[in-house]
């Protein structure tokens, strides 16, 4: 990446913290088989093992973790067998939970993007802990799901927020400054998943990625004080939005401060990237799984919208480029 770019896209992916860099490094050496039998697979093995548990405990999570190729992934281990009539989503999933479950019912949300209620019981509910697109963080603690399972899908959340009390939770590593190319299901009770492989307690195919294991615990175990500053950045940037006449999606809504979305009026989304890009700026329209085809949020229609590294410099660099692109929309 180009030094004199501004990176303002980690919702989609974050860089790699050092120490889990380090780590993966690290791991590089010991490239044995986890699933070997001989010496150096179960020196393999027992480094995935230990791997697992640190995950667990830094996430305060009692119950089983099955490593996958990121959340998508564990997204599908979780929801591709349950039948269609007892599970329930929200419009404003992932793009990776929407593709499977189609024909699953659809929870109302507010203006807020926030679920309204369940209207009748399901086996299980689908919903995002954080939206990938608003920020928005879902009460999940108060949501009415007349003893249907819950499935969080927390991969904004994961490492940022505490877990919710959720039966089934997918988190992907890259969001955290993990390496991207691995993630996890969390899932409290393994009956809930049908077998599908050979590893991971059989429930998923294919080698271990033991080096990409060992970084995602590295980087969980990572404290610091930067949600507390990402909050204070994201204030002076909704300040600065606003100024210039611009709207802050769900700004009335709970928010994560690592993530924000704004509209400006007669503009649009496609214009916006393609005049950031020019500047350096490196922004989304949308998630990182559909935005590359510069089509309308889904997230955004379904609320009733209208189509860590960062400093105060980046921000205040962003709000210009934001103000004059307005200005000349007007």
Same mark, same amino acid.
């Given at each position: ?17 050092? *120490? +889990?860099? =380090? #780590?993966?490094? %690290? @791991?590089?050496? !010991?490239? &044995? ?9 179960? *020196? +393999?093995? =027992? #480094?995935?093992? %230990? @791997?697992?548990? !640190?995950? &667990? ?13 990121? #959340? ?259």
């Amino acid at each position: 990446m180009a030094a004199d770019r501004l990176y303002l896209d980690h919702a989609a992916t974050t860089p790699m913290a050092a *120490a +889990a860099k =380090a #780590a993966m490094i %690290d @791991a590089m050496d !010991r490239w &044995a088989n986890p699933s070997s039998p001989h010496a150096d697979g179960r *020196a +393999a093995r =027992a #480094a995935l093992e %230990d @791997a697992r548990g !640190r995950i &667990a405990d830094a996430l305060g999570w009692r119950g089983h973790v099955i490593f996958t190729s990121g #959340a998508s992934e564990a997204i599908a281990l979780a929801l591709s067998h349950v039948p269609a009539a007892g599970l329930a989503t929200s419009p404003v999933e992932h793009d990776s939970v929407l593709r499977v479950t189609p024909a699953a019912e659809r929870l109302p949300v507010d203006a807020q993007g926030r679920v309204e209620r369940t209207p009748r019981p399901f086996r299980m509910i689908a919903v995002q802990h954080v939206n990938n697109e608003t920020g928005v963080i879902q009460p999940l603690g108060s949501l009415d799901r007349s003893g249907a399972l819950l499935f969080a899908d927390c991969a904004q959340s994961a490492g940022k927020l505490p877990l919710p009390d959720a039966d089934m939770i997918a988190i992907s590593a890259h969001k955290f400054g993990g390496p991207p190319g691995i993630g996890a299901l969390l899932v409290k009770d393994l009956a809930l998943l049908r077998p599908s492989g050979g590893q991971e307690q059989g429930y998923r195919a294919g080698t271990e990625n033991l080096p990409a294991a060992l970084a995602m615990a590295a980087a969980l175990e990572q404290r610091d004080d930067w949600l507390p500053r990402a909050e204070r950045l994201r204030a002076r940037l909704d300040s600065g939005i606003e100024q210039a006449g611009g709207e802050v999606i769900a700004s009335n809504a709970p928010r994560i401060a690592t993530i924000a979305s704004y509209r400006m009026p007669g503009v649009s989304a496609r214009a916006q990237l393609i005049q950031f890009d020019l500047a350096g700026i490196s922004v989304s329209a949308g998630s990182a799984c559909s935005s590359g085809s510069l089509k309308t949020s889904h997230v955004l229609n379904a609320m009733g919208c209208s189509a860590p590294a960062t400093t105060e410099a980046d921000v205040d660099r962003f709000l210009r480029h934001w103000t004059r692109l307005a200005e000349r929309g007007r």
